[in-house]
């Protein structure tokens, strides 16, 4: 069965420390897919990246990073230089190739950036 | 550009009461279709989907019901609500094919008293 752990319930960091959130997935499939959403105070969602289980090359979007090992089944993602407006609680979600309208959703991370 | 409507944006209602509420997408054809739950503080949890007209899959039995009468509209209902049923539900359109990025509304904040 498919199965997303974000460890940490809450985060705080001062405005202009990186920080990383962990995601750590269970699939028993070969080929998946690992999202992060971010869902600001407002509560909608905002799809943040789609990786597949083929690539493991890292992403960098901005100061948004993602680092993806297989070996450890871990899809983290990292902010560099943290704002306030990045405040918000953020998903990693898992799809199995074979299911791909069934995501999994982590439990969240709430992020407080301070100032 | 796609974009996704869903209301109404908060709903109080009594316990026993009946529910509706709807989802609609425009600006793509045939897409997946979903609701979702999210309990206060708490991680999301998938209702049901859609990937056509008429054709809904309930991932968690419970009290509450979807349907499908058109092709980017998506409604989820109940003849009597619980007050477990409190919430925040939210609906997402994805691309036809599988594994596609899914796309969410704003919500919808259910208070059952």
């Known amino acids: 069965a498919q199965k997303v752990t974000q460890a940490q319930t809450e985060i705080s960091v001062v405005e202009k420390e990186d920080v990383t959130l962990d995601c750590v997935y269970e699939?028993?499939?070969?080929?998946?897919?690992l999202f992060w959403y971010k869902q600001p105070p407002s509560g909608e969602l905002v799809f943040l990246i789609r990786?597949?289980?083929?690539?493991?090359q890292n992403e960098i979007s901005g100061r948004y990073s993602w680092n993806f090992q297989k070996s450890t089944s871990s899809f983290n993602f990292t902010i560099t230089a943290s704002q306030v407006v990045d405040s918000a609680v953020y998903f990693c979600a898992l799809s199995e190739a074979d299911y791909g309208q069934n995501f999994v959703f982590g439990p969240g991370t709430r992020l407080s950036v301070l100032p | 550009s796609q974009t996704i409507h869903q209301w109404p944006a908060t709903l109080v209602q009594p316990v026993g009461s009946p529910l509706s509420l709807e989802c609609t997408v425009e600006?793509?054809?045939?897409?997946?279709l979903y609701w979702y739950r999210q309990a206060a503080g708490r991680g999301l949890q998938l209702l049901f989907y859609?990937?056509?007209?008429?054709?809904i899959s309930s991932e968690v039995p419970q009290n509450l019901s979807a349907s499908r009468p058109q092709d980017r509209q998506f409604i989820l209902s109940s003849k009597k609500l619980l007050l477990s049923d409190s919430g925040f539900y939210l609906c997402a359109w994805s691309e036809g094919t599988q594994n596609q990025p899914q796309h969410f509304g704003d919500g919808t904040r259910l208070s059952i008293l």
């Open positions: 990786r597949n289980s083929f690539d493991e």
């Open positions: 600006g793509t054809s045939n897409p997946n």
């Open positions: 859609s990937v056509g007209i008429g054709q």
């Open positions: 699939t028993r499939d070969t080929t998946y897919y």
